[in-house]
């Protein structure tokens, strides 16, 4: 080969990358054109590996994307709350969700959850009574999870992957307090986000001793000491608190206000 035919490949093959990118577009276009007009009344699960495109599910997403995107942009400083959307642990627990977020709205927070009930209603109640901007992203279950009473704006997802990824982009500090599947979920969605740098190094708060420790001690002694899962520096992507001044105080020194 001479040297310029090799000079010459690039140009050779970026016609082809141009009209690949060009098809994919014009057949995105097509699919969600088509999606819109065929929502269907009654929606089917998604499956693991569907047989079939459905042109219908490809817009639903986008437009989820696009309509979330639209509500956490409407808000600078923010602040996620994670947590039991039930009213089973200690009323400790919902008094301090509503302490916390209070006086962190009256910082200037704006205070965003899952907008359902137990401590994420707790959040948005003490957002709310404090005049903040008081955020719901609620996910449509079968099981009907209503909005809470004290949400300034809300929105409920489809598709648990979406609000995910609402929920990880939309403020610069992320609670946890107590709670089942979903609060671990999302905590460790958070953690592994940070500690691949796929997003920056945030605030990734712990709350309450007695819940967590019993987790963190088995991921010293389990990931990291026996097994060397983990890095040792990866147990400082988050901070164990154990009270509302705790919390406030750590929130306020390692965020901008």
């Given at each position: 080969?001479?040297t ?7 140009s ?25 007009r065929?929502?269907p ?22 437009s ?9 942009r409407?808000?600078?400083?923010a ?23 209070g ?14 009930s ?7 109640k ?7 901007d ?22 409920g ?12 982009y939309?403020?610069e ?17 958070i953690?592994?986000l ?10 990734i708060?712990?709350f ?8 963190l ?5 389990t990931?990291y000491?026996?097994h ?5 520096k ?13 919390a ?8 901008s206000?």
């Amino acid at each position: 080969m001479s040297t310029d035919s090799a000079h010459d490949l690039p140009s050779h093959t970026a016609p082809s990358d141009t009209a690949s990118v060009h098809e994919t577009a014009e057949r995105l276009a097509k699919v969600v054109h088509e999606g819109q007009r065929t929502i269907p009344e009654e929606r089917s699960l998604l499956v693991c590996k569907p047989s079939r495109v459905e042109s219908w599910r490809i817009f639903k997403i986008m437009s989820e994307f696009v309509e979330g995107f639209d509500v956490i942009r409407q808000y600078g400083l923010a602040v996620s709350f994670f947590g039991s959307a039930r009213a089973s642990f200690e009323d400790e627990v919902y008094r301090d969700a509503t302490q916390l977020a209070g006086r962190l709205a009256k910082k200037g927070f704006a205070i965003i959850t899952g907008g359902s009930s137990g401590v994420m209603q707790a959040a948005n109640k003490g957002a709310f009574e404090a005049g903040g901007d008081s955020v719901g992203l609620n996910i449509n279950l079968p099981e009907a999870q209503s909005y809470n009473p004290y949400l300034t704006n809300k929105f409920g997802f489809d598709h648990f992957f979406v609000r995910k990824v609402m929920l990880t982009y939309a403020s610069e500090v992320y609670v946890y307090f107590p709670g089942g599947f979903g609060t671990l979920d999302e905590f460790f969605e958070i953690v592994t986000l940070v500690q691949t740098k796929k997003i920056r190094a945030v605030p990734i708060i712990l709350f309450g001793k007695h819940y967590w420790e019993p987790l963190l001690a088995f991921i010293e002694e389990t990931l990291y000491r026996e097994h060397k899962a983990i890095n040792q520096k990866d147990m400082e992507l988050y901070t164990l608190v154990d009270s509302v001044d705790e919390a406030y105080d750590y929130i306020t020194a390692n965020v901008s206000c």
